[in-house]
């Protein structure tokens, strides 16, 4: 069983500022990884797929990198609206997903 | 494309519920189906999964309880939950996998909640 570590589990931060989130897992899960964004009340929502592999109609400011059993997210220049709880998940074996990172606006 | 749980609702310990994911715009059959569920104020969790090929797999959490299934003629996905306990409480959702080899979930149902309590 593949666990994801997700850090840090909580962030505030100022419009403008970079956000990193870090996703490790227990062992290699090559770039089968996936970050989702998720407001209050609502579903998850793709944001990276494949580690750093881009999704139409995220806007550019959200990036990925890593492989392996390292991951990050990266939230260049915060928005407002970027309030929301970030998850990581690997399907490099059946699903797993990390515990979250929750990021709000001062 | 769009899913859509139904079947949610307070449930007594020990019940059974049966979950449905209605999908219009693709075929469901034909990808990698998942559900997944959310304990109030608690992260995602992995319940079960079905391949196109019709093979199933489940959390540890609820291996002997639920079932996954899929109905082809009416293209939608079912969870059949069985001796239902208080930490199944969640709301559950139904995801798709992209397809083309990519197991990334690229749309989500609304979710459903199911409350356990007596």
Redesign the interface.
Known sequence: EIVLTQSPDFQSVTPKEKVTITCRASQSIGSSLHWYQQKPYQSPKLLIKYASQSISGVPSRFSGSGSGTDFTLTINSLEAEDAAVYYCHQSSSLLAFGGGTKVEIK | VQLVESGGGLIQPGGSLRLSCAATGFTVSSNFM?W?RQAPEK????VS?IYSGGAT?YADSVKGRFTISRDNSKNTLYLQMNSLRAEDTAVY?C?R??GSG?????Y????TLVTVSS
């Open positions: 998942s997944v992260g995602l969790e992995w999964v797999y959702y995801a996998a992209e990519s197991y990334a979930l690229d989500w149902g609304q979710g």
